[in-house]
Each structure stands twice: as C-alpha cells, then as structure tokens.
C-alpha cells in the first residue's frame, strides 16, 4: 500500500475550522483516499473518502490536490468532541473491498474550549 | 452501516492462558477483519477472517497463536493464544462495506490485560 504522511499532533480551538494535510506522493491511480478517526477509548470511525474530486458529507470535507499527492481533511467548525486521532489511509479500489486498512500513525487533534 | 459487538469489552488474563474474543455483526458481511492496536500505538491488521475456509495472516502473525472461526457471514472468533503481557492490547473486529470502496466499520475492541 501507498504511505501517507501526517503531522503526528494539531491544536485548534473550539468552533474554528481545522484543516488536517496528508501527503501521499506515492499514490496510484486506482488509490482511493480515505479518512478515519479514533475517538478515545472506542473503533475507528469512517469520516470521508475522495478519488479526485473534493467531497462533502455531514461531518467533514475532503480537499483533494490536483496532482493528487495531497489532500486536506477539513473540519468546518470543531468541537470538543472532534477530539480523536485522525488517520488518512489509502485503499486501492482494485482489491473489491477485500483488504483490510493499512493504519499510519495518524494525526492527534486537540481541541481547545 | 453495521453494528458490531465484541466480547468480552475487557478481560484480565494470566500468562500462559488463552483467550477467545468474539465478534457479531448485525447483516452478513462478506470481509471481517481483526485487528490490533498496542498501547499508544496505531492499528495493525492481524489477518482476514474468511468465511468457509482458513483465515488470510499478515506478516508477523500466524495461526498457532492467533487462530480465527468464521463459521458463517455475521459471526467471527479471534482467540489469543499462550498469552504474555506483550499480548496485551486491544483486539478489534472490522467489517468491510458494501463495495469496492465501502467504508470499514468497526467494533469498540477488546481490551486485553495480561499479567
């Protein structure tokens, strides 16, 4: 699989937007990216996946780069409880669904009241 | 979406004992998916738990110490087998979405403590 590269930790503050980068210079065409995180002491959640286009769903957006080498997760405004550590992953559509995720070490988001 | 029940949610363990860790899901999925995560660290994926057949291992585990059931398409066992403390970690269940590219869901995992 593809590497994704996160800053290990972020801060922001209460009801501001918060934009989490990953890069992945190595991704293949056939490279979904998506967008999980990990609140404390539970699963993953899924938050999001692109191909190429930006994307928006209830919980957040994906900025997607033209080159697609980068994207940004996009959190429009935060609250305490987006608190979590957030992982960017790579998923190749070729393999139907019947891989499992490759977990890099993610993002720590804090959020300030 | 699915929803997916592990147990035990935590257990305390002494070394050299086994301990089996179920995971039910709500439909029939067709990839389930176990799942460690050490103290601090991220997850790391242990194996594919194949329905009918032997479970898929990534490198660095194998069956003799983590052996995985999947009897049918909602129900799967992961058991951990001789257990040290460095066995201690949560285990967690996942399941994969309808789809190529179809989420994962995942169970709230297994805390297991070994002493």
């Known amino acids: 699989d593809a590497k994704t590269t996160q800053p290990n930790s972020m801060e922001s503050n209460e009801e501001e937007p918060v934009h989490l980068p990953c890069n992945h210079s190595t991704i293949s065409g056939t490279d979904y990216i998506h967008w999980y995180r990990q609140l404390p002491s539970q699963g993953p959640e899924y938050v999001i996946h692109?191909?190429?286009s930006n994307v928006n769903n209830r919980m957040a957006s994906l900025a997607i780069a033209e080159d697609r080498k980068s994207s940004t997760l996009i959190l429009h405004r935060a609250t305490l409880r987006d608190a979590a550590v957030y992982y960017c992953i790579l998923r190749d559509y070729l393999g139907g669904g019947a891989d499992g995720l490759t977990f890099g070490k993610g993002t720590h988001l804090i959020i300030q009241p | 979406s699915a929803v997916i029940s592990q147990k035990p949610s935590r257990d305390i363990c002494q070394r050299g004992t086994s301990l089996t860790i179920q995971c039910q899901v709500d439909s029939q999925v067709t990839m389930m998916f176990w799942y460690r995560q050490q103290p601090g660290q991220s997850l790391t994926l242990i194996a594919t738990a194949n329905q009918g057949s032997e479970a898929t291992y990534e490198s660095g585990f194998v069956i003799d110490k983590f052996p995985i059931s999947r009897p049918n398409l909602t129900f799967s066992t992961l058991t951990v087998s001789n257990m040290s403390p460095e066995d201690s970690s949560i285990y967690l269940c996942?399941?994969?979405?309808?789809?190529?590219?179809?989420?994962?869901?995942f169970g709230e995992g297994s805390r297991l403590t070994v002493l």
């Open positions: 996942s399941v994969s979405g309808v789809g190529n590219t179809g989420e994962l869901f």
């Open positions: 692109g191909l190429t």
